[in-house]
């Protein structure tokens, strides 16, 4: 379902991007630095903070004042075991895709107009990309963050790509056509290659994966220096990538439906 305005909550997408902030390796935040961070009032995180602390979600420093998670958020954590089962998996196809190309293999998926690394199997390469796992990256210059938006509708698609987007290298794709045109790609060919639009000297083939259908949900990668990179490993690569990605996107229907 695509979002419209009438269904879009604007006080709970600040609560939750409150929240979010906690994934960082800091531990705790002040209401200064949470308005900061997310760039809202201070008066408005104070409400925030106050409500999640009411419900069990923050617990508040009585030394510093500053606010971090609370153990309830265990709970919620008991409650995804289907989807760290369907990690692990995902983590072993990803080594197995590894052990084939012998190159780096990643996993990611969307948060708002970014992409977070999962998960990533490194090439043993000396000369190898360097991702960080729960980094954030952006979607418009990278091969995974395509295939990430490749099952958006238009009106979202403009949202997420119609302002000025970072050229970083020569070949990155900044205008909308272009972009679209990627991801129509993406959507007849199961894939889509990235070339040096990132980073010039990096290659990367990216996958969708898919849940319910045609819901992207995820996206795995292969990424490797330009200079290993040739029309034979191309093809081998594109096949690999396809078949692991729709290993990945079977494993996942049947933990929905309940098949462990």
Known sequence: ??????YFV???????????TFQSDQDE???????EFNNLPQSTVQRIVNTLEIKGYLIQNPSS????LSLKLLILENKIGTMKIWLEKTKAHMI?????????????VRSENTLIYLDKVDSSHMLRPNFIVGDKYPLHCTGLGRCLISDLEEDRINLLLG?????LTPKTKVTLSDLKEDLKKIKDDGYLLDDEEFNLGLTCIAAPIYAFGNKVIAA???SLPKVRFDSEINQK???WIKETANIISEDYKYLLNGEK
């Open 10 to 20: 604007q006080t709970l997408a600040k609560g939750l991007s409150v929240l979010n």
């Open 163 to 167: 302002g000025t987007l970072e050229k």
């Open 29 to 35: 935040f002040g209401i200064l630095e949470l308005s």
């Open 65 to 68: 004042k500053k606010y971090r």
């Open 1 to 6: 379902m695509e979002y419209d305005a009438k």
């Open 237 to 239: 690569l594109v096949q």
């Open 96 to 108: 197995n895709l590894n052990k084939k190309c012998g190159e780096t293999v990643n996993l990611a």
């Open 220 to 222: 795995i990668s292969v």
